[in-house]
């Protein structure tokens, strides 16, 4: 149950929702608690998303995209 909370809480700011949304949903007093936690979640997967972004940007021709 811990992990499927943890999934939705790191996903619903890549859906658009607030990070006080997102805490207020959590039961988090604190936004900043949420930020600590899931705001890394985002860090991660723009990081994980800008090289393949990059790689079709340059390859897209070749790759038929």
Same mark, same amino acid.
């Given at each position: &149950?811990? /992990? *499927?909370?943890?999934?939705? @809480?790191? !996903?619903? %700011? $890549?859906?658009?929702? /607030?990070? +006080?949304?997102? @805490? *207020? #949903? $959590?039961?988090?007093? +604190?936004?900043?608690?949420? !930020?600590?936690?899931?705001?890394?979640? #985002?860090?991660?997967?723009?990081?994980?998303? &800008? %090289?393949? /972004?990059? &790689?079709?940007?340059? *390859? /897209?021709?070749?790759?038929? #995209?």
């Amino acid at each position: &149950m811990h /992990s *499927f909370r943890h999934t939705v @809480a790191s !996903r619903a %700011p $890549l859906a658009g929702e /607030s990070v +006080d949304e997102v @805490a *207020f #949903l $959590l039961g988090h007093r +604190d936004a900043n608690v949420t !930020r600590a936690v899931y705001v890394r979640e #985002l860090a991660d997967a723009r990081r994980r998303t &800008m %090289p393949r /972004s990059r &790689m079709v940007a340059e *390859f /897209s021709e070749i790759l038929k #995209l």
